[in-house]
């Protein structure tokens, strides 16, 4: 009875195989080396009717230009396909617009200068040589005038002469928008 590692017991370890017993690794040993074959000499040759040195150079360089005309058509069918999409999308007529600043400045100053109105909402749609616009204004109830009671025009705004000229008349909000002349 042993005791070790803290465990009790009776079994005595297995003795380990004598050295004798196993067998050393066999080693396989050329008395002399296998026969080299006989290549072919230098003087006999084969003879090629065509040089085939250059023709894989010229079959990258016919590819390359293969690859850049398709490349090439490519570009030209993505440029047709936007500027296509860019001129469908252009304004047409009746479409709402955004105008320039110099515009809006001009609508707004018509209203306060001969109209005696603020503006306040402004839309601006395209027609065929000038802008349309639909224009809210404030009411006034101080004044007895229905015309002051009205909060919408409708305005014409043309290029003349390098200056815009604005053309407003009152509208009800019932009524289809329309510029009068």
């Not at 067998?23 to 085939?52: C, G, I, L, N, Y």
Request: with cysteine; charged share 25%.
């Amino acid at each position: 009875m042993k005791f070790q590692k803290g465990l009790l017991s009776d079994r005595v370890p297995d003795q380990p195989a004598t050295p004798a017993a196993v067998e050393p690794p066999t080693v396989v040993v050329w008395d002399e080396a296998p026969p080299v074959k006989a290549q072919a000499s230098a003087a006999t040759q084969v003879f090629v009717e065509k040089e085939r040195l250059f023709e894989t150079l010229e079959k990258e360089t016919s590819n390359a230009r293969k690859y850049l005309t398709v490349f090439g058509v490519v570009v030209l069918l993505v440029i047709a396909i936007g500027a296509a999409i860019a001129y469908l999308t252009l304004p047409g007529v009746g479409d709402r617009v955004r105008v320039p600043a110099e515009v809006e400045i001009a609508v707004r100053d018509h209203f306060l200068i001969k109209e005696k109105r603020t503006a306040t909402d402004i839309i601006f749609y395209q027609c065929e040589g000038y802008y349309g616009a639909r224009v809210g204004v404030e009411t006034r109830t101080d004044i007895p005038n229905p015309l002051f009671r009205i909060d919408t025009y409708s305005t014409r705004v043309a290029a003349r002469e390098g200056q815009w000229d604005t053309a407003a008349a009152p509208s009800s909000p019932p009524t289809e928008f329309a510029v009068r002349k």
